[in-house]
Nanobody, 125 residues
Framework: QLHVVESGGGLVQLGGSLRLSCAAS????????IGWFRQAPGKEREGVSCISSGRTNYADSVKGRFTISRDNAKNTVYLQMNSLKPEDTAVYYC????????????????????WGQGTQVTVSS
């Protein structure tokens, strides 16, 4: 069974950094893609970034500030978030793609299946 667990959220000041982790179990990262999404209160879930074998992509709102990476040995995907802004405040989720998947274009929630429970990121001004 595909399972992911997020960690690393917290409270940070404007301009600060956080690194989120998405620990995967029940599958290997070589085949499936991992997507990071976020949802702020009263807003729709937004795709933030995606990583698949040899490919990464980002939403325009985070390009140049966020970096996605993976450690196959630890079966973990990371989202390094720098230069954080108050508008980055949200619950961040990672999710597993529905089968083999190449990250390209928008990161769309319907393309992903197993979801984690989320981790809160709050950026204060």
């Amino acid at each position: 069974q595909l399972h992911v667990v997020e960690s690393g959220g917290g409270l940070v000041q404007l301009g600060g950094s956080l690194r989120l982790s998405c620990a995967a179990s029940g599958f290997t990262l070589d085949y499936y893609a991992i997507g990071w999404f976020r949802q702020a209160p009263g807003k729709e879930r937004e795709g933030v970034s995606c990583i698949s074998s040899g490919r990464t992509n980002y939403a325009d709102s985070v390009k140049g500030r966020f970096t996605i990476s993976r450690d196959n040995a630890k079966n973990t995907v990371y989202l390094q978030m720098n230069s954080l802004k108050p508008e980055d405040t949200a619950v961040y989720y990672c999710a597993v793609s529905l089968g083999y998947y190449h990250c390209s274009g928008d990161v769309l929630a319907p393309d992903f299946g197993s979801w984690g429970q989320g981790t809160q990121v709050t950026v204060s001004s």
